[in-house]
């Protein structure tokens, strides 16, 4: 059975970790942001140009689905681990003595860093990929 402070926590740490996971989205809506203001504006059509961009929007789309089917199969490992963390967190509370509550807390809060640490890292990397193919299929379309 978990105490009131068990659970201030436990909703500390889901605290900390949506705030870690909002400031990761708004990092990346910020730097799409910026990338797409410095795209030059759009001339006037010419068929070479618009066979260019129905090119890129291809290529692009292609991309965009590679990385949507990564990035899910990303989140599925992140809610395997949600689903392992839950499990010992569970297990925390019924500790016989208080040096094994210790132990198994700083255990799970390791494991937890660990996972968030892993998360962010896995959330970067998709991110910096999507912006090297990006700018990739730009100066290709562009040539």
Request: hydrophobic content about 35%; aromatic content about 10%.
């Amino acid at each position: 059975m978990t105490t009131k402070t068990e659970t201030n926590v436990y909703d500390q740490v889901f605290e900390n970790v949506k705030k870690a996971t909002d400031a990761g989205l708004k990092m990346q809506q910020e730097a799409i942001a910026q990338w797409t203001a410095l795209w030059p504006a759009v001339p006037s059509p010419q068929s070479v140009w618009v066979d260019k961009v129905r090119e890129f929007q291809k290529q692009w789309g292609a991309v965009l689905s590679e990385l949507a089917h990564r990035h899910r199969t990303t989140l599925d490992q992140q809610y395997e681990a949600a689903l392992e963390s839950f499990e010992e967190a569970l297990q925390v509370g019924e500790s016989s003595d208080p040096e094994e509550f210790r132990k198994r807390t700083e255990q799970f809060f390791r494991k937890t860093l660990d996972c968030m640490r892993e998360a962010s890292e896995a959330q970067m990397k998709e991110y910096q990929e999507a912006m090297a193919k990006l700018s990739e299929l730009v100066t290709k379309a562009g040539s």
